[in-house]
T-cell receptor, first 112, second 112 residues
Framework: SQTIHQWPATLVQPVGSPLSLECTVE??????LYWYRQAAGRGLQLLFY??????ISSEVPQNLSASRPQDRQFILSSKKLLLSDSGFYLC???????????FGEGSRLTVL | GDSVTQMEGPVTLSEEAFLTINCTYT??????LFWYVQYPGEGLQLLLK?????DKGSNKGFEATYRKETTSFHLEKGSVQVSDSAVYFC???????????FGTGTQLKVEL
């Protein structure tokens, strides 16, 4: 089955600094990939999804961007972080047959 | 659009108590329904799922039945354990890239 690796696991960054969170997937090819954010006390919000290399769809307007330079690599970035970007970021891929999502362990971002 | 509504937590129970976490949904078409579990500091894991009306998903003693007439997918367990303490997310998927819509999550605390 699919395995998802995310790093870094924890990150503390000052306001205005750049961000790069990386996600790689093993055990599947040509997956649909997703970035979710889980803010404190709130549910999961879908930020971006990708159906293939270089193909990114944004679900909500925000200070973040995503890129997919390789089939099994998904990167979440920001040029200048805001306080409101703090949260727990989860990368996921799906099983196209069953619809199940497989999640990484998450990256906790604190913007100070 | 699609939406999922879960009961607010936290839900605090004694060990061996009966658990119900309510989940209702609004969707166009015929969604698949999922329960995911998030243990402290970790990503989400699929707990169970149901793909059509009247299906019952079950895993680790948890059950949920897809009720189309009441648009519900309530999670139940007959006897909870301390190790069940986690956040539980109800979700629906209507295909088209397998994007899932999540509820806000319900925190469960089980005490001795």
């Amino acid at each position: 089955s699919q395995t998802i690796h995310q790093w870094p696991a924890t990150l503390v960054q000052p306001v205005g600094s750049p961000l790069s969170l990386e996600c790689t997937v093993e055990g599947t090819s040509n997956p649909n990939l997703y970035w979710y954010r889980q803010a404190a006390g709130r549910g999961l919000q879908l930020l971006f999804y990708s159906v293939g290399i270089g193909q990114i769809s944004s679900e909500v307007p925000q200070n973040l961007s995503a890129s997919r330079p390789q089939d099994r690599q998904f990167i979440l970035s920001s040029k200048k972080l805001l306080l409101s970007d703090s949260g727990f970021y989860l990368c996921a891929c799906d099983d196209r047959d069953t619809g199940e999502l497989f999640f990484g362990e998450g990256s906790r971002l604190t913007v100070l | 659009g699609d939406s999922v509504t879960q009961m607010e937590g936290p839900v605090t129970l004694s060990e061996e108590a009966f658990l119900t976490i309510n989940c209702t949904y609004t969707a166009t078409g015929y969604p698949s329904l999922f329960w995911y579990v998030q243990y402290p500091g970790e990503g989400l894991q699929l707990l169970l799922k149901a793909t059509k009306a009247d299906d019952k998903g079950s895993n680790k003693g948890f059950e949920a039945t897809y009720r189309k007439e009441t648009t519900s997918f309530h999670l139940e367990k007959g006897s909870v354990q301390v190790s069940d303490s986690a956040v539980y997310f109800c979700a629906l998927g209507t295909g088209g890239g397998n994007k899932l819509t999540f509820g806000t999550g319900t925190q469960l605390k089980v005490e001795l």
